[in-house]
């Protein structure tokens, strides 16, 4: 991919650990020329791929210099002396940490509560985890919290087993930060920590939050959009590619929560979601109860193995396609079959340009052609950029 013409530093940072953290690229350069230089990667990536035609004006946070529009953050630790710290990755480094005390992505009530999860673990002498060795118990702290409701989700994540004063530290959450809904302890284990089992300490059994008109559930694993001030207009972008006109039978496909296709849901006629992970399947039937959304409906399993010629033939065809696929984008074995769907418009969100552009260019083969292409700025003060093409036959 491109590399980033990186604009001259022209602000000062406001984070004071932003020239040691990794978690930001730019907080150093002032919003509109981030934005610039965004447009102007993902425009040399696509090329001729992408007539200049079809290029919309990026869009971006309204905010002049957007702070504390995360609504998920993991907070690692690290020790000095005898004293526990919370840490964020190192830049520049593949395994280091530096200790934080603040972090301008959360809230301000992160920082009270990765601060207080610290303390309890110098406290109740915690051991920290160590991946290499995997030894230790304390692996990170994941906070979510609901922009729209205020709602604020907390796990303690560590590896298998449990040590003193998980009790003391979830009532010190309580009582010091009452937007707190819900305390987890949840132990993970295996050689990729992707076995997790969950333990609610206190409250709900996950957070809500809004995305435009629609009331959406949050639980500790599920994969919702991580910058909870921009989701809406992500979802306002891929409506406008869409096109609906209250006809469509649309597939949401790698779908979350539901989240999408539930926005989209009062300008088609029905929608047909896949999802893999029945973590987001469970939220996505919460969300259409709750919202009292009756024309979509949710099938678990990966896409590649879902879409057979049983399926097409129970539930129909579809008229357009929503793709918003993970970092590694489409499935070879997926990528190959859906030109023979016959969807007439697909509209294809990407969070990796990289393998976006792969796939592009398959389906391109196949007879479609981008029509539309609009970045959407999801991750400010980085060099990320979200992506929405639409490619019509």
Not at 42 to 47: D, E, I, K, T, V
Not at 79 to 100: A, W
Not at 172 to 201: K, Q, Y
Not at 256 to 277: D, P, Q
Request: with cysteine; hydrophobic share 35%.
């Amino acid at each position: 991919m491109p590399d980033i013409v990186r604009p001259a530093p022209d602000i000062t940072p406001v984070c004071p650990y932003f020239y040691q953290c990794g978690g930001c690229d730019s907080q150093d350069i002032s919003y509109p020329k981030q934005l610039a230089a965004k447009e102007q990667r993902l425009r040399s990536l696509f090329g001729a791929s992408v007539p200049e035609a079809a290029w919309q004006p990026i869009v971006g946070s309204p905010e002049e210099y957007p702070l504390y529009f995360r609504n998920k953050i993991r907070f690692a630790f690290v020790r000095e002396g005898d004293v526990v710290r919370p840490s964020r990755h190192q830049k520049g480094s593949e395994e280091g940490d530096i200790p934080v005390d603040r972090c301008f992505l959360l809230s301000p009530v992160g920082d009270l509560i990765m601060n207080l999860t610290a303390r309890a673990a110098t406290d109740f002498g915690w051991t920290l985890y160590n991946p290499a060795t995997r030894s230790g118990w304390l692996k990170h702290l994941l906070i979510r919290e609901g922009k729209a409701t205020g709602e604020i989700l907390v796990s303690l994540v560590t590896d298998e087993g449990k040590m003193d004063g998980l009790t003391a530290w979830a009532d010190s959450l309580r009582e010091s930060v009452p937007a707190v809904v819900s305390i987890f302890h949840s132990r993970s284990w295996g050689a990729t920590n992707t076995r997790f089992e969950d333990d609610l300490l206190w409250g709900e059994l996950g957070i809500t939050d809004k995305i435009g008109n629609f009331t959406c559930f949050v639980s500790p694993h599920a994969f919702f959009q991580p910058n909870g001030s921009m989701v809406t207009a992500l979802y306002q972008t891929i409506e406008k590619h869409a096109g609906l006109q209250g006809s469509e039978h649309v597939w949401d496909l790698y779908a979350g929560s539901a989240t999408i296709g539930m926005f989209l849901s009062g300008n088609a006629s029905k929608v047909t979601c896949i999802e893999s992970n029945e973590a987001n399947c469970a939220d996505a039937n919460w969300n259409l109860q709750k919202n009292n959304v009756t024309n979509v409906t949710v099938h678990t399993g990966a896409v590649e193995d879902v879409v057979t010629s049983a399926f097409c033939q129970s539930t129909g065809l579809p008229d357009v396609v929503i793709l918003d696929p993970p970092r590694a984008g489409l499935h070879e074995r997926f990528r190959r079959l859906l030109p023979n769907l016959g969807p007439k418009k697909v509209v294809y969100t990407s969070c990796n340009p990289t393998t976006c552009y792969r796939d592009i260019q398959d389906l391109g083969r196949a007879g479609y052609r981008v029509t539309q292409a609009t970045g959407v700025d999801m991750f400010p003060h980085t060099w990320h950029c979200e992506l929405v093409l639409t490619l019509e036959r």
